[in-house]
């Protein structure tokens, strides 16, 4: 039996005719299909099923509807089983979610016909330690973020790689990008675009306080440290933008490559270079 589950994103009002279109085409070639409320709540005589429930399914792949944040949210609960994921974007910028909406078929039957690509994307396993204990842990496809929150008042880090001191850094934030969170809050920050399959990770300061401090390329083997130093107010940890905790004086944060990976589904006529020169919009004028 073959099995798809679909997860949309709230709110989006061309959402009803896609999902139709979605679930008229695998119903038509076989599938069994689970989705969530949202979803469910487009197609006449479906039930939601529970994420955990979904992912014990054991689909064949995810379609996640909507932009890059639903499918970093989703990417989180099906990268411990392995399950694939296609995103179709009805966002805005869309680098995860790169299919269109015109090409929902297309992807539809590339993926039926085992002919798509497969991207193994590197995640961040992310501990944050307190007097030396571990109070919580992550993990992240696209970055790890420390900064003041909503408060625009500059934070005081220490650099560490694998024990060495780095740099401190007086700066409004300081992220840890995958190859994947290269193209998101690191680029605005002026950090540099890696390839997807590149082992490393980046590390890109946000509005530092000195002209000689700039992003850091670092490899995927590392162990990467932030410690806080003093601050009239707590720093704010923030996971992919979708969750995340506050940090007090002297808690360090460790980020090194997770065991886990996210395999995004890919069309195969589509090199990433192409999905950067569409999004990005080079070359034109």
Same mark, same amino acid.
């Given at each position: 039996?073959?099995?798809?589950?679909?997860?949309?994103?709230?709110?989006?009002?061309?959402?009803?005719?896609?999902?139709?279109?979605?679930?008229?085409?695998?119903?038509?070639?076989?599938?069994?299909?689970?989705?969530?409320?949202?979803?469910?709540?487009?197609?006449?005589?479906?039930?939601?099923?529970?994420?955990?429930?979904?992912?014990?399914?054991?689909?064949?792949?995810?379609?996640?509807?909507?932009?890059?944040?639903?499918?970093?949210?989703?990417?989180?609960?099906?990268?411990?089983?392995?399950?694939?994921? +296609?995103? $179709? /974007?009805? =966002?805005? !910028?869309?680098?995860? @979610?790169?299919?269109?909406?015109?090409?929902?078929? &297309?992807?539809?039957?590339?993926?039926?016909?085992?002919?798509?690509?497969?991207?193994?994307?590197?995640?961040?396993?992310?501990?944050?330690?307190?007097?030396?204990?571990?109070?919580?842990?992550?993990?992240?496809?696209?970055? +790890?973020? $420390? /900064?003041? =929150?909503? !408060?625009?008042?500059? @934070?005081?880090?220490?650099?560490?790689?694998?024990? &060495?001191?780095?740099?401190?850094?007086?700066?409004?934030?300081?992220?840890?990008?995958?190859?994947?969170?290269?193209?998101?809050?690191?680029?605005?920050?002026?950090?540099?675009?890696?390839?997807?399959?590149?082992?490393?990770? +980046?590390?890109?300061?946000?509005?530092?306080?000195?002209?000689?401090?700039?992003?850091?390329?670092?490899?995927?083997?590392?162990?990467?440290?932030?410690?806080?130093?003093?601050?009239?107010?707590?720093?704010?940890?923030?996971?992919?933008?979708?969750?995340?905790?506050?940090?007090?004086?002297?808690?360090?944060?460790?980020?090194?490559?997770?065991?886990?990976?996210?395999?995004?589904?890919?069309?195969?006529?589509?090199?990433?270079?192409?999905?950067?020169?569409?999004?990005?919009?080079?070359?034109?004028?």
């Amino acid at each position: 039996m073959k099995r798809a589950a679909i997860i949309s994103k709230p709110g989006k009002p061309e959402m009803g005719q896609v999902v139709r279109e979605v679930t008229g085409w695998l119903r038509q070639h076989g599938y069994e299909l689970a989705m969530d409320s949202v979803t469910a709540g487009f197609c006449e005589g479906c039930q939601p099923t529970e994420r955990a429930e979904m992912i014990r399914q054991k689909p064949d792949f995810v379609m996640v509807l909507g932009g890059d944040g639903t499918l970093l949210a989703t990417g989180h609960d099906v990268a411990r089983a392995g399950i694939p994921i +296609v995103g $179709v /974007n009805l =966002g805005s !910028l869309g680098f995860l @979610t790169e299919v269109k909406q015109d090409e929902i078929r &297309q992807a539809l039957e590339t993926i039926d016909a085992g002919r798509c690509a497969v991207s193994l994307r590197s995640m961040l396993e992310c501990r944050l330690l307190r007097n030396g204990q571990t109070i919580a842990t992550y993990e992240a496809l696209n970055d +790890v973020v $420390v /900064n003041q =929150g909503a !408060l625009a008042r500059i @934070t005081d880090f220490d650099l560490r790689i694998n024990g &060495q001191f780095v740099s401190n850094y007086k700066a409004d934030g300081l992220i840890v990008a995958t190859p994947t969170g290269s193209t998101a809050y690191s680029l605005a920050a002026g950090g540099p675009i890696l390839a997807p399959d590149v082992p490393a990770f +980046v590390i890109t300061p946000v509005a530092s306080h000195a002209l000689t401090n700039r992003p850091l390329v670092v490899r995927d083997t590392d162990l990467i440290e932030i410690s806080m130093k003093a601050s009239r107010e707590a720093a704010f940890l923030a996971v992919d933008g979708q969750q995340g905790m506050s940090m007090a004086d002297g808690d360090i944060l460790q980020c090194r490559k997770s065991e886990l990976q996210v395999k995004l589904l890919k069309l195969p006529e589509r090199s990433f270079f192409d999905v950067l020169r569409m999004k990005l919009k080079w070359g034109e004028r």
